[in-house]
Every structure is written in C-alpha cells, then in structure tokens.
C-alpha cells in the first residue's frame, strides 16, 4: 500500500508560478512510476506528466510541454511539478499517482495506477 498526499496548489494569476509536491509513505517509492493528472469540472481525468522510478525519464501531454517540468527525490519520497507560465486553462483538481507498470507505454492512461492521493485544487485567474 501507498498513500500520496499532494500540496501546494492555489490561485495564481495567468502568467505565473506553483509547484505541486506529493508526498509518498508506504511500500517503497523508488520502485514506483509516479504521473500527475489533472480533473477540471464536468471533463475527465486528463495525464499530465509522468516520470520513471529512477527519475530518468519524462514524459508531458502536449498542453504543458515546455511549461510544466515534474521531477523527484527518492530520499524524500516525493515527486513535484513545478508548473510556469500558467493559463486559465489550467485550472483543474491536480492529482498525483503511483504506478507499479512503468515500462507500459500507457503511462497516459489513469487505468495504469495502483495508487492515487486526494487531489489539490489549482486555479488560474486570467
């Protein structure tokens, strides 16, 4: 078992800066592909990023790619994303989840996580 707790989400005007962290306890962390998806009402779980166990690999939908960069720390079980030059469409519950399949190539795809945390609201005034 994993739990995921997200922080750091809030309201920001359009242009600027959050940075989403979500911290992990539980089963080993380093062992997990970790993704960030986001929900905004009435519309479905869209992915955002994803990112190796190792950390060694990204991946981006292309609505953030260039903008947005997720990274983590194995020591601190936890990953982050720092989101920059933010848009109105960007606004949605953000969430963070852990995956044991990894090397499946639908990192996409909310169906390949075992593991979610609560979620934290992001909003972006324009």
């Known amino acids: 078992q994993v739990q995921l707790v997200e922080s750091g989400g809030g309201l920001v005007q359009a242009g600027g800066s959050l940075r989403l962290s979500c911290a992990a306890s539980g089963r080993t962390f380093s062992n997990y592909g970790m993704g960030w998806f986001r929900q905004a009402p009435g519309k479905e779980r869209d992915f955002v990023a994803f990112i190796t166990s190792s950390g060694g690999f990204t991946y981006y939908a292309d609505s953030v790619k260039g903008r947005f960069a997720m990274s983590r720390d194995n020591a601190k079980n936890t990953v982050y994303l720092q989101m920059n030059s933010l848009k109105p469409e960007d606004t949605a519950v953000y969430y963070c989840?852990?995956?044991?399949?990894?090397?499946?190539?639908?990192?996409?795809?909310?169906?390949?996580?075992?593991?979610w945390g609560q979620g934290t609201q992001v909003s972006v005034s324009s």
């Open positions: 989840a852990a995956t044991m399949n990894q090397y499946s190539n639908r990192y996409y795809s909310p169906q390949l996580y075992n593991y």
